[in-house]
């Protein structure tokens, strides 16, 4: 198998990396042994009978998985393992996507559960979070509803004053993950007689309270999504975690710290599909041949696996960003919303490139690629709604192209820090104002790479047109077109950086950006198909198509690359 494989994509049979400390190494490989302990019939079983995962939850428990990794070193009293570290937060999150997203679910929704505890002032209720994730607890994320959605202007969860400075809580949530279980559900509500934003607060709740009902599973799933409803619930000064524009913020920085996850968790799902499907079909015959014999099956593989890199190089770098962050360096604030929206929506095309190549193989039921096709789509849909983070990318997009600024460099954050300034984000507004490092000094550090040089072409195209005012559109389905285009130049230009700090294979960083080309031009296909677009929209659109440098040579070496996977790993059945 090639160094770039053995690098860049998860292996279970593979020690663990060492740029983690002892304690972390030994919670990530327990988990992955406890995983290949069950089995894959164990896996699959449990998931097509809709089996609850209480079995993974006793297990995290008991290793104090949750509690080691996700308290905050403020809050971790005298454990020298506790701490809130992005860069093994991702490794779990990748590790049980790996295994499906039915496990990395309640880690996922245990995150955002946390978002407005470690950033709350209220000392009670962190100590009491902190003591509940030691026990085992799991949290959740109580923001969502029914008739509203995700929309935290419109809510229907009241708190009434009492009159002693406690209130009484009456409303419900829908599309809460561990809602039927977790002792930690942050709930975000409005208080009764007070308008505007000042009425905004989140506070803890307690599932097994005997005010606090569960409704439903809305999901017919493994993975519980609850509809609960508290009735009467009583609500003490020592709950309240948040009042007023402060509870806003909280739960737009909690999806900036907890959705991150997302595209860790698509990673795993489609490094465990790629490398059940490679093995599949180079070892099937059909007409006389191996599968992979056949042109277009290459082709597809090796597309899926390109893309897969660089999902992994985007996702790794953007956490050297998050780590980094300060109040004077906020970047992280656009990589965010393009990892919820292009890495998912990646892991989609991965998965749909798989599923197409082993075709019925895909549909069997003692099989991982079913599993990974259906979930999968759950990643930009259901936790990462592309529209939303098209449109918070857009926000970004002229400062981004036209108005860099000098930074210093980001390293390489796989240290055993705590990521505090996480917790402590301030308010969820001045996006505009956020600055950027010159994008293009990344691209010219790697012109003589054909189609990075093809793409920048692409990416200049685009810069010209936002510079002379020709991106201006008030029609939103001609802001997300462009949003598509822009998005990609953010993700080349993180796949560049990541590649120059890990010496990436030349011809598989080729490969990635042959696929960006490829994208471009299609997305500029589609925004001249809009009914929106203006002529001279259209006819840019038009000039910014471009063909990939095409190299049936080094396609044919990245094949390699893929072909050495056949039979690298297989699940213990």
């Known amino acids: 198998m090639t160094r770039v494989s053995k690098e860049l994509l998860l292996d279970p049979a593979r020690e663990v990396s060492n740029r983690f400390d002892a304690a972390t190494r030994r919670l990530l490989r327990a988990t992955i042994d406890w995983f ?7 896996l699959v079983a449990d998931y097509h009978g809709k089996v609850f995962y209480q079995d993974f939850l006793d297990f995290a428990a008991k290793e104090n998985l949750f509690a080691t990794l996700l308290t905050p070193a403020a809050d971790a009293g005298d454990s020298a393992d506790k701490r809130w570290d992005t860069s093994r937060v991702a490794a779990l999150s990748e590790i049980l996507g790996f295994y499906g997203l039915n496990y990395w679910y309640p880690w996922q929704v245990t995150v955002l ?21 030691d026990g085992g607890a799991v949290a959740a994320f109580g923001l969502s509803e029914r008739e509203h959605g995700a929309d935290i202007y419109s809510t229907d969860m009241v708190l009434t004053p009492t009159g002693d400075g406690g209130y009484i809580a009456t409303g419900e949530k829908y599309y809460i993950g ?11 509500g409005r208080i009764a007689g007070v308008d505007g934003p000042d009425a905004y607060v989140f506070f803890l709740a307690d599932s097994t309270h005997p005010n606090y009902r569960v409704v439903k599973n809305v999901v017919p799933s493994q993975m519980y999504v609850a509809e609960f409803a508290l009735e009467d619930y009583p609500v003490g000064e020592h709950d309240i975690l948040h009042i007023g524009v402060e509870a806003f913020s909280a739960a737009l920085n909690t999806v900036n710290i907890g959705k991150f996850n997302l595209c860790f968790g698509g990673i795993g799902l489609c490094t465990h599909a790629l490398y059940e499907a490679i093995t599949h079909a180079h070892n099937r015959i059909l007409f006389g041949n191996p599968v992979t014999d056949f042109p277009h099956v290459r082709r597809g593989f090796v597309d899926a696996y390109a893309r897969l890199i660089a999902m992994r190089l985007f996702s790794d770098r953007a956490v050297d960003y ?3 962050a300060d109040d004077q360096d906020r970047r992280y604030l656009l990589f965010n919303p393009v990892t919820k929206m292009k890495v998912t929506t990646e892991a989609q095309r991965v998965t749909g490139l798989l599923s197409d190549i ?26 990462g709604t592309v529209a939303v983070n098209l449109a918070l990318i857009l926000k970004f997009m002229p400062a981004y192209l036209l108005e860099p600024q000098e930074f210093a460099p980001v390293p390489t954050r796989d240290d055993a820090a705590d990521d505090e300034f996480l917790f402590r984000q301030g308010p969820a507004r001045g996006l505009g104002k956020v600055r950027f490092h010159d994008w293009r000094a990344v691209y010219r550090a790697h012109a003589g790479v054909p189609n990075v040089a093809v793409f920048t072409e692409q990416a200049e195209a685009l810069a010209t ?56 031009s299609a997305g500029a296909v589609d925004l001249f198909g809009k009914a929106t677009a203006t002529d001279a ?14 190299d049936p040579a080094r396609s044919g070496r990245v094949w390699q690359q893929v072909v050495d996977l056949s039979g690298a790993y297989e699940m213990t059945p």
């Open 113 to 133: 559960g946390l978002g407005p505890v470690w950033q709350s002032d209220n000392g009670q209720a962190r100590a009491r979070a902190a003591a509940l994730l």
């Open 178 to 188: 561990n809602g039927n279980c977790a002792r930690i559900v942050s709930v975000f």
């Open 358 to 383: 082993v075709a019925a193989k895909g549909f069997e039921n003692d099989t991982f690629l079913p599993i990974a096709k259906v979930d999968v789509d759950g990643l930009p849909k259901l936790e």
């Open 465 to 520: 047109l936002i510079g002379s005012g020709g991106g201006q559109v008030s029609d939103m389905d001609l802001q997300l077109a462009l949003g598509e285009l822009f998005t990609l130049v953010v993700y080349g230009g993180l796949i560049l950086e990541q590649a120059q700090l890990t010496s990436l294979d030349g011809d598989l960083l080729d490969q990635i950006f042959e696929t960006l080309v490829r994208d471009f």
């Open 322 to 324: 998050f780590r980094s």
């Open 537 to 550: 929209q259209a006819q840019w659109a038009t000039g910014s198509i471009r063909r990939p440098a095409l």
């Open 36 to 42: 290949e302990g069950r089995g894959k019939q164990r």
